[in-house]
Structure formats: C-alpha cells, structure tokens
C-alpha cells in the first residue's frame, strides 16, 4: 500500500494516506470506501444464483463468520472472513476477459497487502462442480486454521460434503 503500513493481528494505518484514497477506517475492521456501502447493501440482497448456493449451503454454516459483499478498500468482495482473512469470490464470465483478468489481478494485489488470502472459483465450478469447490475450501480451512496452521483437521471448521 503505497505510503501506508501494516500491522498484522493490531492493524494500523496511515490515516492521512487514506483520507487522500477516499478510504475511512474505524479502528476496527479493514479501511473501506463508505461511497460503496450502498452498492454492496443492494448487491447482498441480490446475490446471484452461485453466490446464494455458496452462501445458504456451505459458508452460512461453517464454524468460520463470513460476511457477505464486505467493503474493503476500493472492492465488494463476495464473501469474507475476518478471522482467517480470508476472501472467496464466485466470479461470473466478465471475469474471464482480459480486462476483468487484470482487473482481478490488481484487484487480489491491493488485498493481499492487507494479509488477505483470496479463493476464486467460478459460477460453473459453484453450480456444476460444487463438491469440489467445498472440498477445496474446507482444504483452506484445514491448513489454515489458526489453532492448526499446517494442517491438522480438528476444529478446522469444514463442512462434510455429504452434509450439504
């Protein structure tokens, strides 16, 4: 983050810095642009078919607290957690262009300064291959749970497939 600085586990920053990029920040939580709280109220009402897949069969009861269509920074981002900073994102076709690919590209960049890991899968993978897109999610789950870094699978807070 150009100017600014980060402080994993007791978050600080520049408040000037962000101020100039339109960002506010509370303390609490990750810097955010209040102008896109409006957008993102609308867009979790109005999930896609994937994205209400995603959250009403799988991220709504894991052990982990998802929040839907959180503003962080310039982005909405689909589903995150603060606790494992973590964003999973279900992206439609635009994403598959060159300009949404780097879009995307600089999009996962500006987060990954603020500590945050990024899970893509597409709206087909959700809808089509959805088994799949829960293993490969409980699998971060597993190695990235904060009491079992490296991949123990107590409390790792998954779901069973099969549960679904």
């Given amino acids: 983050m150009p100017g600014g600085y980060i402080?994993?586990?007791?978050?600080?920053?520049?408040q000037q810095e962000l101020k100039t990029?339109?960002?506010?920040?509370?303390g609490v939580s990750l810097p955010y642009n209040?102008?896109?709280i409006e957008k993102a109220n609308y867009l979790r009402k109005n999930l896609t078919k994937a994205e209400k897949k995603m959250w009403y069969q799988f991220l709504s009861k894991s052990e982990?607290?998802?929040?839907?269509?959180?503003v962080i920074d310039h982005y909405i981002v689909d589903f995150y957690c603060a606790k494992l900073r973590l964003v999973i994102e279900i992206d439609g076709s635009q994403?598959?262009?060159i300009d949404g690919l780097e879009y995307?590209?600089?999009?996962?960049?500006?987060?990954s300064e603020y500590?945050?890991?990024v899970l893509r899968f597409s709206n087909l993978d959700v809808l089509d291959n959805?088994?799949?897109?829960?293993?490969?999610?409980n699998n971060y789950f597993q190695k990235n749970t904060p009491l079992n870094k490296g991949g123990g699978t107590e409390g790792a807070g998954g779901l069973i497939v099969s549960d679904i």
Avoid at 7 to 14: A, L, S
Avoid at 21 to 26: C, D, E, Q, S, T
Avoid at 64 to 70: A, E, G
């Fill in 7 to 14: 402080m994993f586990y007791k978050d600080v920053y520049d």
């Fill in 21 to 26: 990029r339109g960002l506010v920040w509370a």
């Fill in 34 to 36: 209040p102008n896109l």
């Fill in 64 to 70: 982990f607290k998802f929040l839907r269509q959180k």
């Fill in 95 to 97: 994403h598959y262009s």
């Fill in 104 to 111: 995307d590209e600089v999009r996962t960049d500006v987060l």
């Fill in 115 to 117: 500590g945050i890991t």
């Fill in 130 to 137: 959805f088994a799949f897109v829960c293993y490969s999610i």
